[in-house]
Nanobody
Framework: QLQLVESGGGSVQSGGSLRLSCAGS????????VGWFRQAPGKERERVSC????????EYSNSVKGRFTISREHANNTVYLQLNSLQPEDTAVYYC???????????????????WGQGTLVTVSS
């Protein structure tokens, strides 16, 4: 059964960079759209980026557009999120998840197809 494992979180100063990884184990991510989400303390979970199974479609929230870059390597069964120009407001637990399509995330009819990782903490200090 497919499991997702995030890594790469840590503590950085404002303006710094991190690269998060979302590795699939027990199954392939080849046919999966993969999204990155984050949840800050006391806030609702926010989708920050998503990449289609082919890698041709990439989506970003307005809050991270131009600073974060999503990519994938099928050979490594891994999806990455490059975080640049980090700001304190980027502090959150970052999660990756899979579904068949980016547009299916959060839809009740397709929630059973979602698989989530355990999250990795990103802390940005000013």
């Amino acid at each position: 059964q497919l499991q997702l494992v995030e890594s790469g979180g840590g503590s950085v100063q404002s303006g710094g960079s991190l690269r998060l990884s979302c590795a699939g184990s027990g199954g392939t991510l080849y046919y999966s759209a993969v999204g990155w989400f984050r949840q800050a303390p006391g806030k609702e979970r926010e989708r920050v980026s998503c990449i289609s199974s082919s890698g041709l479609r990439r989506e970003y929230s307005n809050s991270v557009k131009g600073r974060f870059t999503i990519s994938r390597e099928h050979a490594n069964n891994t999806v990455y999120l490059q975080l640049n120009s980090l700001q304190p407001e980027d502090t959150a637990v970052y999660y990756c998840a899979r579904n068949d399509h980016c547009s299916w995330f959060g839809l009740e009819n397709y929630k059973e197809r979602e698989v989530w990782g355990q999250g990795t903490l990103v802390t940005v200090s000013s």
